[in-house]
């Protein structure tokens, strides 16, 4: 019996062993057409596959949205919109300078603009046609204290928008000077140091960040020896954009949940270039749309977001009210809202103590809310919750909307 066992173990075990190699032998399943190659994404993996040897990303699918980008310069005509592109660092020498040295070499009609004299400079190099603007030291050039980057920000934040235009005094042999519309719509790329933009340029820019190589990673761009190999990558590029343009120009996508307003037009230029590549890229791009969109919602929850301040009124105001009630006094409003937000409305902010009459000011300019007085009673000055619903769904969550909030019961 117990040599009988033996066999039989033995006999399992070896059916066992012959049953792995089997599986061990049989074809890797076929890739999915999500995951498939085709010829169509080809010079796409060559320029993340090139941008790899290069340059060092906090996140290695920055790569991707950097070939994305890249791409779409080519197609900007017939993506309508163009989203700025942030290269950022939290230190020097993180390879800023680098990047855009290989975007000159693979965007379209690259020109370096290492500082930007005036507004009336970046539009006439973008009156005849749109062209790569390529931005280095953003922290100094965009600085808010360098006079006229109001300006300048002004024309950087039209211009990712067909379109767009400015106004240029140009010389006249009649009159000596004329007024002229120069297109101000042209790929934009920054690259500084945690450059202090306002929220408004933020809203049109698709960011990357850069680390320091320190345990060299990547290669050196010794230009003398690569140079050559990158512009013929650019042409390549410039050929691939030219065989997809029709197919981009006319692409209307089904855009992932939650990519609206300015967000789709940020994104929506690299989605119908992923779209006109390979499943796979339109899979890659999705999941840096996703990534991007959590971050935002991660930063509006850290309150990292700069909010304006007539929308954080409203949302304080919303936060504030009392359960089951319709009309709500302006003084006690004034008073929840202090309680709530005491640095935000009271003499702790630079703006000093928030007044009744700045109160309906904020309001009537912004959402043309008005006070009015109680229907019956005492007939006090105050605010109707109907008025603020409409504003609410616009600018409030709307989990919070559907749920409302209860207030301390001593402003109530």
Not at 83 to 91: E, F, K
Not at 203 to 231: F, H, N, Y
Not at 243 to 271: C, K, M, Q, S, V
Request: aromatic residues 6%; charged residues 30%; neutral net charge.
């Amino acid at each position: 019996m117990t040599n009988d066992r033996n066999v039989l173990d033995i006999r399992k075990d070896t059916e066992a062993i012959m049953a792995r190699y089997k599986d061990a032998q049989k074809p890797a399943q076929a890739p999915t057409p999500e995951e498939r190659s085709t010829p169509h994404d080809e010079v796409l993996n060559k320029v993340v596959n090139w941008l790899a040897r290069f340059i060092k990303p906090a996140h290695q699918s920055d790569l991707q949205l950097l070939t994305l980008w890249i791409v779409h310069t080519h197609l900007t005509e017939d993506t309508f919109t163009t989203p700025r592109l942030l290269l950022d660092s939290p230190v020097p020498g993180s390879g800023k300078s680098t990047v855009l040295d290989h975007i000159q070499r693979l965007a379209y009609r690259p020109v370096q603009a290492a500082s930007l004299s005036s507004p009336s400079l970046l539009a006439r190099l973008l009156q005849s046609a749109p062209r790569t603007i390529l931005i280095d030291e953003a922290e100094k050039t965009l600085s808010p204290k360098t006079d006229g980057v109001g300006d300048l920000l002004a024309v950087l934040n039209s211009g990712y928008r067909k379109g767009a235009s400015r106004p240029v005094l140009v010389p006249d042999k009649d009159s000596g000077w004329k007024p002229v519309e120069m297109s101000t719509f042209g790929p934009v790329a920054m690259a500084g140091n945690a450059p202090n933009l306002p929220e408004d340029t933020k809203q049109r820019c698709i960011k990357v960040m850069l680390l320091p190589d320190t345990k060299g990673t990547v290669e050196d761009s010794e230009w003398q020896w690569i140079e050559d190999d990158a512009l013929l990558l650019g042409a390549s590029v410039a050929q691939w954009a030219d065989n997809h343009r029709d197919e981009i120009r006319h692409d209307r996508p089904t855009y992932p949940h939650g990519l609206t307003g300015r967000n789709r037009e940020r994104w929506a230029p690299l989605l119908k270039v992923a779209r006109a590549a390979s499943p796979m890229w339109e899979k890659r791009c999705e999941t840096l749309i996703k990534a991007d969109l959590e971050d935002q919602e991660e930063d509006r929850k850290a309150g990292l977001q700069r909010i304006p301040r007539h929308v954080q009124l409203l949302k304080d105001i919303r936060t504030a009210w009392p359960t089951n009630t319709s009309f709500w006094p302006t003084d006690q409003l004034l008073a929840a809202i202090k309680v709530e937000s005491p640095h935000k409305w009271t003499s702790d902010h630079k703006y000093g103590d928030l007044s009744a009459q700045g109160l309906g000011r904020m309001l009537s300019s912004n959402f043309k809310i008005r006070s009015g007085r109680e229907k019956s009673g005492s007939r006090r000055r105050g605010y109707f919750k109907t008025d603020f619903e409409q504003a609410w769904t616009i600018f409030t969550e709307p989990d919070e909307v559907d749920e409302p909030v209860e207030s301390d019961g001593n402003v109530a």
